[in-house]
Every structure is written in structure tokens, then in C-alpha cells.
């Protein structure tokens, strides 16, 4: 109810308050815009990064002709191709945890559009939307998922259906950045699934999966591996931002 009651209270004050920055409340021309500042600030993944993990790269000769950084070419992941619109940092969170945590709902829409700008190639290939599910004593508390939320603005965009409960959360996982490489792998194994009812839905399907933050990739992976093992004919991954530095004890993932 007072979700209801916020989010009525915040529809109204929208009708009568000009639009203001999602990041930092500055009072913009447009609606979804941001302020001067923060357009400066905002760190936009942009060529040359990997075309499997969406690092940026230092310069295009890094990645050699496949686009590829070395972490990815020892260790392929799951998925096909993952994209971020920006780098997971202090400016990027201020978009990203009030979505999280805050009900600031409203914050999908604008993440949203800059990750349809980040990946048309990927929009382009893919046959469905599917967001990143959350165990569901989480979704409890939260009231929604916001990769659900992301997920259904892309498909808007990119004129895609979304299957929104096609992956499902079977049990609860530890929080993985402080995890090893390995011990993250057996913490999300069968930890996500394809919903039985869905299983034909997603075969020879070109998924585009949908999260708000790739951060070890192990979540992005299980995913990925879930919706292969359905028959999907690819997955591809869509993410509002990532973090960009390299683990060096983990190369293949990359940690906050
Ligand atoms: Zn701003
Ligand atoms: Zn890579």
C-alpha cells in the first residue's frame, strides 16, 4: 500500500514539477534527460570493448580482430554477447540503487534507453526479452524485480516479447563478489531454471538477457546455461552497467 501510495504521490507531483536529472535531481529541459553535469560525468561503455564480456578495452588493438579480450578468449562464456551501457562506478549507482532499493521505479525507463542505444546489434538479433529472475523471498520484500522492469522497457523498444517468469530462482544464493571463481560456479549451479511451462517458449529462441549489473558474470552465466540447456539458439546479455575492473586472481570474471 505504500508503494501505492508513493508512487501515486510521486505520478502527481510529476504532473506539476518540471522534469528533473534521474541522477541527480537537477532540473533538466526533458523528460528521462540528463543535466549538463551528469551527461559529462555519465562513464558510457563505448568501442572498443570485448564482444563477449562488454569490458572496455584499453585501445582496438587489444581485443584483436574478434573483439575479444584475453580473459574471454582462455575462458568463453556462456552467452554469445554481453553489452553494458555503462561502467558500474559512484554516478552509475546513483542511477541503479534507487531502483533498487529505493522504489524509484521510474529510473528503468532511462536505464533502459541508454541500454537499447549501447546494443542494437543485439536488440536487432533478438527473438524475446527475458530478465534476470530474483529468489522469490527476495521479490517479497522488494515488491518487483527490476530487471523485469528494464526487460519490459527493451522489448518496448526493440518491438520484442518478453517473457518475464521464463527463468525462475530455485533457491537462495550467498552474495558472490567475495566468492572464488569456483565457489560462485557451485553456488549458482542449478541455483536458476527454465519454468517447465516455458521450456518450449525459449526453444530456438535468441534471447536477449536482461540485468541491471554484470558484475562476476556468475549469475549472467547460470542464466545463460539454464536457458542453452532449454534449447535456446542464443543468449545475449543486456546489462544497465558493469564493472570494469579486472580480477586478477579470476581473470574470466570481473569484480566490484
Ligand atoms: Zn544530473
Ligand atoms: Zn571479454
Redesign the pocket.
Known amino acids: 500500500m505504500s508503494l501505492f501510495w508513493g508512487r501515486g504521490v510521486r505520478a502527481a507531483l510529476d504532473l506539476l514539477l518540471p522534469p528533473t536529472c534521474a541522477a541527480c535531481g537537477t532540473e533538466v529541459m526533458t523528460e528521462g534527460a540528463f543535466c549538463p553535469d551528469c551527461f559529462q560525468t555519465a562513464q558510457r561503455i563505448v568501442s572498443p570493448?570485448?564482444?563477449?564480456?562488454?569490458?572496455p578495452l584499453e585501445n582496438e588493438g587489444l581485443?584483436g580482430s574478434e573483439s575479444?579480450?584475453?580473459?574471454?578468449?582462455v575462458h568463453p562464456?556462456a552467452w554469445r554477447s554481453?553489452r553494458a551501457a555503462f561502467v558500474y562506478d559512484a554516478w552509475s549507482r546513483r542511477l541503479i540503487l534507487p531502483l533498487k532499493y529505493s522504489d524509484h521505479t521510474e529510473n528503468a525507463a532511462v536505464l533502459a534507453h541508454h541500454m537499447a542505444a549501447a546494443a542494437p546489434d543485439l536488440l536487432m538479433h533478438a527473438t524475446v526479452v527475458v530478465p534476470v529472475p530474483l529468489y522469490r523471498t527476495r521479490l517479497w520484500k522488494r515488491r518487483y524485480n527490476q530487471a523485469a522492469l528494464m526487460a519490459q522497457h527493451v522489448g518496448a523498444r526493440a518491438k520484442v516479447p518478453c517473457m518475464l517468469d521464463a527463468l525462475q530462482r530455485v533457491r537462495a544464493t550467498r552474495a558472490l563478489a567475495r566468492l572464488s571463481a569456483a565457489e560462485r560456479e557451485q553456488e549458482m549451479e542449478r541455483a536458476v531454471r527454465v519454468r517447465d511451462r516455458c521450456c518450449h517458449h525459449i526453444e530456438g529462441q535468441a534471447v536477449l538477457l536482461i540485468d541491471d549489473v554484470l558484475t562476476t558474470g556468475s549469475t549472467a552465466a547460470a542464466c545463460a546455461n539454464a536457458l542453452m540447456r532449454a534449447g535456446a539458439r542464443s543468449v545475449d546479455i543486456l546489462v544497465a552497467a558493469r564493472t570494469g575492473r579486472v580480477d586478477e586472481q579470476n581473470p574470466r570474471f570481473i569484480q566490484e
Open positions: 570493448s570485448c564482444h563477449r564480456c562488454g569490458v581485443g575479444c579480450c584475453a580473459a574471454c578468449q562464456p554481453a
